[in-house]
């Protein structure tokens, strides 16, 4: 009789004791980074030409963020920004792109999101474009990931030196896409042994998704952090044979719809796992499009400009975030947040505290994404793709303070021209065609003196990059 009711208790027990695990297992987070993808470029940010049904889905039934800042308009120092919550330049990671020849990257002793993960026992993976170092001392294996699968720069760079490759992506060479494949010699590798020289750049796309999905299977029982820093569409664009559009003024959106099957892949993989309750993902860009690439390149929709620039085209960016449950549905954020706020953001939603090892200037926006509360972030500071401080966004106002460019290594011109003053009011004025500095020389006068301000502390509070030993 004992035995009896005690097998009825268990019975009734059990099931609740599961249910408590589920309800307080932490979320899985799956952070997806394509490279030079504008704001334009997806279906649900306007675009009538490119068709991203699996994006824009997300978007329906999570939240799309129209205000979301990268912290460079160039790769390294983006990438950089995203991964430790702080600007570049406080990690010494602002000064443009790495190179095959680079002899720096960034440190391993910076903090990462991968690294507060993992202390948290997520099992943690990096499948796609790195661009934080080359060197053994700087691969994702050195900044938190448990593994890594993926280029290790771009793709439009050659291993080891960077010599011998073309200059440019074009017409022809889209038309011929198997012959030109080995024109580029870039490496693709597994932890840190290079697998594949060149990397058939046609399916890497789709073999970082079977990577992502093959890791998400493994990993189903515990909690997960997968990014999935795509290499394309930055140039030379290439896709899968079955899915090649031949004609070349096709060839941007033949790229960015075949990266949004393969993001289906990843959440139709979800929901049969039935881990879309419990898994949040951001699909954003690393900065604006490469507009000189024309029919190669995207679009920024109603902004200014493109990658390279501090104009909102090339450091506002795309970005929809899902997550059912937790992310309200059909709903649309225009309240200021940037990936240097993601590892707060990220850690508040594991209900953790960073350990406070690095300074860094994310700051926790974790009420925009459930829908709860403001942003926290009501300032943001603008670098050139070289580093140099040169604006700063402020409620509305935007200022740019813009200098004659200076070539590096020569004297600077005895008599400089002077800068170019540009005040935008955001609100109203979203293209940044109206400038407004001579009508408003006060609010000129506040905000250069705050990005100058501001600009101080991280430069004298900047923490050094891994660098090569001589």
């Given at each position: 009789?004992?035995?009896?009711a005690?097998?009825?208790?268990?019975l009734?027990?059990?099931?609740?004791l599961?249910?408590?695990?589920?309800?307080?297992?932490?979320?899985?987070?799956?952070?997806?980074?394509?490279?030079d993808q504008g704001?334009?470029?997806?279906g649900?940010?306007?675009?009538?030409?490119?068709?991203?049904?699996?994006?824009?889905?997300?978007a329906?039934?999570?939240?799309?963020?129209?205000?979301?800042?990268?912290?460079?308009?160039?790769?390294?120092?983006?990438?950089?920004?995203?991964?430790?919550g702080?600007y570049?330049?406080?990690?010494?990671?602002h000064e443009?792109?790495?190179?095959?020849?680079?002899t720096?990257?960034?440190n391993?002793?910076?903090?990462?999101?991968?690294?507060?993960?993992?202390?948290?026992?997520?099992?943690?993976?990096?499948?796609?474009?790195?661009?934080?170092?080359h060197?053994?001392?700087t691969?994702?294996?050195?900044?938190g990931?448990?593994?890594?699968?993926?280029?290790p720069?771009s793709?439009?760079?050659?291993?080891?030196?960077?010599?011998?490759?073309?200059?440019?992506?074009?017409d022809?060479?889209?038309?011929?896409?198997?012959t030109?494949?080995?024109?580029?010699?870039?490496?693709l590798?597994?932890?840190?042994?290079i697998?594949?020289?060149?990397v058939?750049?046609?399916?890497?796309?789709?073999?970082y998704?079977?990577k992502?999905?093959?890791?998400?299977?493994?990993?189903?029982?515990?909690?997960?952090?997968?990014y999935?820093?795509?290499?394309?569409?930055?140039?030379?664009?290439?896709?899968?044979d079955?899915?090649?559009?031949?004609?070349?003024?096709?060839?941007?959106?033949?790229?960015i719809?075949?990266?949004?099957?393969?993001?289906?892949r990843?959440?139709?993989?979800?929901?049969?796992?039935?881990?879309d309750?419990?898994?949040?993902?951001?699909y954003?860009?690393?900065?604006?499009?490469w507009?000189q690439?024309?029919?190669?390149?995207?679009?920024?929709?109603?902004?200014r400009?493109?990658k390279?620039?501090?104009?909102?085209?090339?450091?506002?960016?795309?970005?929809?975030?899902?997550?059912?449950?937790r992310i309200?549905?059909?709903?649309?954020c225009?309240?200021?947040?940037?990936t240097?706020?993601l590892?707060?953001?990220?850690?508040?939603?594991?209900h953790?505290?960073?350990?406070g090892?690095?300074?860094?200037?994310g700051?926790?926006?974790?009420?925009?994404?459930?829908?709860?509360?403001?942003?926290?972030?009501?300032?943001?500071?603008?670098?050139?793709?070289r580093?140099?401080?040169?604006?700063?966004?402020?409620?509305k106002?935007?200022?740019?303070?813009?200098?004659?460019?200076q070539?590096?290594?020569?004297?600077?011109?005895?008599?400089?021209?002077?800068?170019e003053?540009?005040l935008?009011?955001?609100?109203?004025?979203?293209g940044?065609?109206?400038?407004?500095a001579?009508a408003h020389?006060?609010v000129?006068?506040k905000?250069?003196a705050?990005?100058?301000?501001?600009?101080?502390?991280?430069?004298?509070?900047?923490?050094?990059?891994?660098?090569?030993?001589?």
């Amino acid at each position: 009789m004992l035995k009896r009711a005690l097998s009825c208790f268990l019975l009734a027990v059990l099931p609740l004791l599961s249910l408590r695990a589920d309800e307080t297992k932490k979320p899985n987070f799956i952070l997806i980074f394509a490279d030079d993808q504008g704001y334009g470029d997806l279906g649900s940010f306007g675009s009538t030409k490119i068709k991203t049904p699996n994006i824009d889905r997300m978007a329906t039934e999570g939240r799309k963020f129209t205000n979301f800042m990268v912290a460079s308009p160039v790769c390294t120092p983006s990438r950089a920004a995203l991964l430790t919550g702080s600007y570049p330049k406080r990690v010494s990671m602002h000064e443009h792109v790495l190179f095959p020849q680079s002899t720096k990257g960034l440190n391993p002793e910076e903090y990462t999101i991968a690294d507060h993960l993992k202390s948290q026992g997520y099992a943690t993976a990096c499948f796609g474009k790195w661009h934080l170092g080359h060197h053994p001392e700087t691969l994702p294996q050195q900044l938190g990931f448990d593994t890594y699968f993926g280029i290790p720069y771009s793709n439009d760079m050659n291993h080891p030196d960077n010599k011998g490759k073309p200059k440019t992506s074009s017409d022809d060479l889209w038309r011929d896409q198997e012959t030109t494949l080995t024109l580029w010699k870039t490496p693709l590798m597994e932890n840190e042994e290079i697998v594949e020289l060149p990397v058939d750049q046609r399916t890497v796309t789709r073999r970082y998704t079977d990577k992502t999905i093959d890791f998400i299977k493994a990993n189903q029982d515990k909690s997960f952090f997968v990014y999935l820093p795509h290499s394309m569409p930055h140039i030379p664009l290439y896709v899968p044979d079955d899915v090649y559009d031949p004609d070349p003024m096709n060839a941007y959106t033949n790229v960015i719809e075949h990266i949004d099957a393969e993001v289906g892949r990843i959440m139709d993989t979800l929901r049969e796992l039935k881990l879309d309750e419990n898994t949040i993902v951001i699909y954003t860009s690393d900065n604006g499009p490469w507009l000189q690439f024309k029919n190669h390149g995207g679009s920024a929709g109603p902004l200014r400009d493109g990658k390279g620039t501090t104009f909102e085209g090339g450091q506002r960016v795309p970005c929809v975030m899902w997550g059912p449950g937790r992310i309200p549905a059909g709903t649309e954020c225009d309240e200021l947040m940037g990936t240097i706020d993601l590892l707060p953001t990220i850690a508040a939603l594991t209900h953790t505290e960073l350990p406070g090892k690095n300074k860094i200037d994310g700051l926790d926006a974790s009420g925009l994404l459930l829908g709860t509360g403001s942003t926290p972030r009501d300032e943001f500071v603008y670098y050139t793709s070289r580093g140099q401080l040169e604006g700063l966004r402020q409620g509305k106002w935007k200022l740019l303070v813009k200098r004659p460019h200076q070539s590096p290594g020569k004297p600077a011109p005895r008599n400089p021209k002077p800068p170019e003053i540009l005040l935008f009011d955001l609100l109203a004025d979203v293209g940044e065609a109206n400038n407004l500095a001579g009508a408003h020389p006060e609010v000129v006068a506040k905000l250069e003196a705050r990005m100058i301000e501001l600009d101080a502390e991280i430069t004298e509070n900047a923490r050094a990059p891994w660098m090569m030993e001589e």
